[in-house]
């Protein structure tokens, strides 16, 4: 069975050690600069931020979740779970302001988002339906041609995460700017937000590595069975 084959594991085994890594280092330094006060909340900085941008018509809602904070493109509204909303920590401005620069962008049309917007329905369809033919192929050799289709789809997952890296990078450098400029925070609390949006950045470097390997796999299968 492919989920026993050795060199799945040995092809994503980093990536995934990176993830577990990324994501411990988001709840730690999350947890740390929780405990920072800041002068405004999450939702009044992001609104402080929009404004000056020009973006007053973009909403902020509250939504339920832990840090499932997003900007809809769609609707022009920044959603903002419960904790970043309301809380006047560190850790509430440095994410509020993080989707506040996806606003921003979405604002001045940078390529790269549009890019990765225009990616999201193949790369919804990829992840899913991609992946499962390409795990058919693999397994059954004589529905191998389903293993070509299967990499041709989940091959949208993998230009998604790759336009999507710099989309994010981009929202977390604009936000440490932003921050400073309108006086949200301080140059020396920085340090706290830094650690915050720099620790995001590397589980989008993870879920970026994750999904090349798991494409290559699935190519070195194929190539394996032409031969």
Request: proline share 4%; glycine share 6%; no cysteine.
């Amino acid at each position: 069975m492919v989920w026993f084959d050795p060199y799945y594991f040995l092809f994503i085994g980093p990536a995934l050690l990176l993830a577990l890594w990324a994501q411990f280092r988001v709840k730690a330094t999350y947890a740390a600069a929780q405990e920072q006060p800041a002068q405004l909340s999450g939702a009044a900085a992001a609104r402080h931020i929009l404004d000056e941008a020009g973006l007053s018509n973009v909403a902020i809602e509250q939504v339920p979740g832990h840090l499932s904070d997003h900007y809809d493109p769609r609707d022009k509204v920044l959603r903002l779970s419960a904790e970043v909303y309301r809380s006047r920590t560190l850790a509430a401005v440095g994410i509020a302001a993080h989707e506040s620069g996806h606003a921003i962008q979405d604002a001045k049309a940078y390529a790269p988002l549009v890019i990765r917007n225009a990616a999201v329905p193949a790369a919804s369809f990829g992840s899913s339906a991609g992946i499962t033919l390409a795990f058919i192929g693999a397994i059954f050799p004589a529905l191998g041609f389903l293993l070509l289709v299967g990499i041709i789809l989940f091959a949208a997952v993998v230009v998604f995460q790759i336009v999507n890296l710099p989309v994010e990078i981009d929202a977390s450098n604009r936000a440490k700017a932003l921050l400073v400029e309108r006086g949200i925070v301080s140059p020396d609390a920085m340090v706290y937000v830094n650690r915050v949006l720099n620790a995001a950045a590397w589980t989008y470097v993870a879920a970026t590595l994750q999904s090349i390997m798991v494409l290559l796999y699935y190519l070195m299968r194929y190539m394996a069975s032409r031969n």
